[in-house]
């Protein structure tokens, strides 16, 4: 069964802080994602990657950076957390073309106080 | 103007009823169509991927309109499970541009 698991479902963190999100998908996806979703404005995409070590810019990059140093893993890095970057985080992989299916992880609720 | 938009609801039926939600996209160039399922406070789901030729899967019908630009999604004989944000999605080949819609959101009353 497809599975993409992402490391924490709450997160609470204080403005300044550097935060690590992880995702991990277990499907040998090539492509795998970075979102935010907020009420009102959908899903929006922060950064992708087609393959290891590589990395795309999305939508809304400012403030973020990503990692993927191996197929099954990608992290989101805040390397100072903002209040405006409160958000749901979710993390997809998807196979093959990127216009594919995408599988979505459980998502990650940030709070940066 | 957003490049893919859906009135965000609610949407209040009855058990039974037949509910119809469109969604609109700004870009010609858009290849791929989707309609995925969010339950409150659960992942994205895809649902069913939408075919020029229009596409059925039991009560839920998706249809496209290249010429109009919009993408529908018809739903028969509504279940208190069907409650849920439906959103739209539209993906561009030969790149990774997918956008998703802000959702419309359901709720299927007994």
């Known amino acids: 069964d497809v599975k993409v698991t992402q490391s924490s479902r709450y997160l609470v963190k204080r403005t300044g802080e550097k935060v690590f999100l992880e995702c991990v998908q277990d499907m040998d996806h090539e492509n795998m994602f970075w979102y935010r979703q907020d009420p009102g404005l959908g899903l929006r995409l922060i950064y992708f990657s087609y393959d290891v070590k590589m990395k795309e810019k999305g939508d809304i990059p400012e403030g973020y950076s990503v990692s993927r140093e191996k197929k099954e893993r990608f992290s989101l890095i805040l390397e100072s957390a903002s209040t405006n970057q409160t958000s749901m985080y979710l993390c997809?992989?998807?196979?093959?073309?990127?216009?594919?299916?995408?599988?979505f992880g459980p998502g990650t609720r940030l709070t940066v106080l | 103007r957003k490049e893919v938009e859906q009135d965000p609801g609610p949407f209040n039926v009855p058990e039974g009823a037949t509910v119809a939600f469109n969604c609109t996209y700004s870009?010609?160039?858009?290849?791929?169509f989707f309609w995925y399922r969010q339950d409150c406070r659960k992942e994205p789901k895809l649902l069913m991927s939408?075919?020029?030729s229009g596409n059925e899967d039991g009560r839920f019908t998706a249809q496209l309109n290249r010429a109009s630009q919009y993408i529908s999604l018809l739903i028969r004989d509504s279940k208190l499970s069907d409650s849920a944000t439906y959103l739209c999605?539209?993906?561009?080949?030969?790149?990774?541009?997918?956008?998703f819609g802000a959702g419309t959101r359901l709720f299927v009353k007994a």
């Open positions: 999605v539209v993906s561009f080949t030969g790149g990774f541009k997918t956008i």
């Open positions: 870009n010609s160039a858009s290849q791929s």
């Open positions: 997809a992989s998807s196979p093959g073309q990127a216009y594919n299916e995408q599988f």
């Open positions: 939408v075919y020029s």
